[in-house]
């Protein structure tokens, strides 16, 4: 599975839109971009993914550059408890596993 | 609909210990399982994933093991516990290899 780069953090006003940045520079054709969201101490939450179409859903929006080298979460309107780490990953549709790196936390701060 | 089902929430073992976590799912058959594991500040280690039963593969050589003895249980087991061992232990699934994952809400061991 390709390796993904993130910000450690960053930080959002309430009521405004958050964008999240990830770099999978060496994804293949086959691999998802997916993304989760970790409150602290509770499992991770699914949010979206998308293999090369732009994606959007009741949680955010997800939008893949063309060359698949990048892509970005929007929360149209973050909100306080939109606070936590954002995890991007990548995984083939061949394969059952996932690499999880660090993520970004993200604070929204009123 | 689909739940998954992990415990204990916490446990505090000795070093030398039996380890067992158990993980359940509800609602699907023949789901992929997985168990991983997160140091504090970090982010989230695969130890081990399962395509059906008694299928086993292990992503990091370590001192723990894991066994799928039914199609919607999952087990983590160490037969002597380490200070190393210490971490956040999630379990999750998925329908296919390709579709989102599940987490439960995971066990946090203290090695003493």
């Known amino acids: 599975d390709a390796k993904t780069t993130q910000p450690p953090s960053m930080d959002c006003a309430e009521g405004r839109a958050a964008n999240l940045p990830c770099n999978h520079s060496?994804?293949?054709?086959?691999?998802?971009v997916y993304w989760y969201r970790q409150i602290h101490s509770q499992g991770p939450q699914y949010i979206i993914h998308?293999?090369?179409n732009n994606e959007t859903n009741e949680m955010a929006s997800l939008i893949i550059t063309e060359d698949r080298k990048s892509s970005t979460l929007i929360l149209p309107h973050a909100t306080l408890r939109d606070t936590a780490v954002y995890y991007c990953i990548v995984r083939s549709s061949n394969a059952g596993k996932s690499t999880f790196g660090d993520g970004t936390t993200l604070t929204v701060k009123p | 609909s689909q739940t998954i089902h992990q415990w204990p929430a916490t446990l505090v073992q000795p070093v030398g210990s039996p380890l067992s976590l158990e993980c359940t799912v509800e609602g699907t058959s023949n789901p992929n399982l997985y168990w991983y594991r997160q140091a504090a500040g970090r982010g989230l280690q695969l130890l081990f994933y399962?395509?059906?039963?008694?299928?086993i593969s292990s992503e990091v050589p370590q001192n723990l093991s894991a066994s799928r003895p039914q199609d919607r249980q999952f087990i983590l087991s160490s037969k002597k516990l380490l200070l190393s061992d210490s971490g956040f232990y999630l379990c999750?699934?998925?329908?296919?290899?390709?579709?989102?994952?599940?987490f439960g809400d995971g066990t946090r061991l203290s090695i003493l």
């Open positions: 399962s395509v059906g039963i008694g299928q």
């Open positions: 060496t994804i293949s054709g086959n691999e998802y």
């Open positions: 998308g293999l090369k």
């Open positions: 999750a699934w998925s329908q296919f290899s390709n579709q989102p994952q599940h």
